[in-house]
Each structure stands twice: as C-alpha cells, then as structure tokens.
C-alpha cells in the first residue's frame, strides 16, 4: 500500500520561507516522479513542482519559478519544497503526490500522479 505524508506547513509571514517535506513508502521512491500541488479555498488543484526520480528533471509552475525549490533524497524517501520569497497567493493545502509508472516528469507531468498525500496548510500573512 502506498503512503504518502507531507509535513513541515505552517504560517509564515510575506517574504518569509518555508520547507515542506514529504515521505512516500509502499513504491520504489528512487524510479518514481513525485510532484507537489496546492489548492486554495474555491480554486481548482493547481500543479506547482515535478522532479524526476534522479532528481535531474524538474519542472515548475510559472507562478513559482525563481521562489520554489523542488528535490529530493532518494535514500530517505524523502521529497522537499523550498519556499523562498512567500506571497500571500501561495496561500493553500500543499499535497505531495507520487508516481509509480513514470519516472521522470512528462510534457503532462500535471495529470501523472496517482498517489496523493493528506496536504499541510501553508498561510501566508501580508
């Protein structure tokens, strides 16, 4: 069975960072791509990060490029998402997601996943 647990959320104020953190057992995490997504209160789910199993194939939302960090420890199981430069905008419930079949983020790396965490809230205050 496959699990997958973010944490490392919390309120932060604008300007200020934050690292997630995320943990995926049940899969052979060092094949898999594993991405991160947040949706904010009354929008849809929104793709922020992708990186492939090696950690050389990264792909990001423009809403993010240059703030956001995505990678990753293989031999911890292990997923991170630095957050640098927050905006209230970046506002949501950060899910990590895993995929088993792909390892590397595809064209549509948006729709690859299939295995989704819990989410951790993120706030950030102006």
């Known amino acids: 069975q496959v699990q997958v647990v973010e944490s490392g959320g919390g309120l932060v104020q604008a300007g200020g960072s934050l690292r997630l953190s995320c943990t995926a057992s049940g899969l052979t995490f060092d094949e898999a791509a594993m991405g991160w997504f947040r949706q904010a209160p009354g929008k849809e789910r929104e793709g922020v990060s992708c990186?492939?199993?090696?950690?050389?194939?990264?792909a990001y939302a423009d809403s993010v490029k240059g703030r956001f960090t995505v990678s990753r420890d293989n031999a911890k199981n292990t997923l991170y998402l630095q957050m640098n430069s927050l905006k209230p905008e970046d506002t949501a419930m950060y899910y990590c997601?895993?995929?088993?079949?792909?390892?590397?983020?595809?064209?549509?790396?948006?729709?690859?996943?299939?295995?989704w965490g819990q989410g951790t809230q993120v706030t950030v205050s102006s």
């Open positions: 997601a895993a995929d088993a079949a792909w390892g590397y983020c595809s064209g549509s790396w948006k729709t690859q996943f299939g295995y």
């Open positions: 990186i492939g199993w090696s950690g050389g194939g990264t």
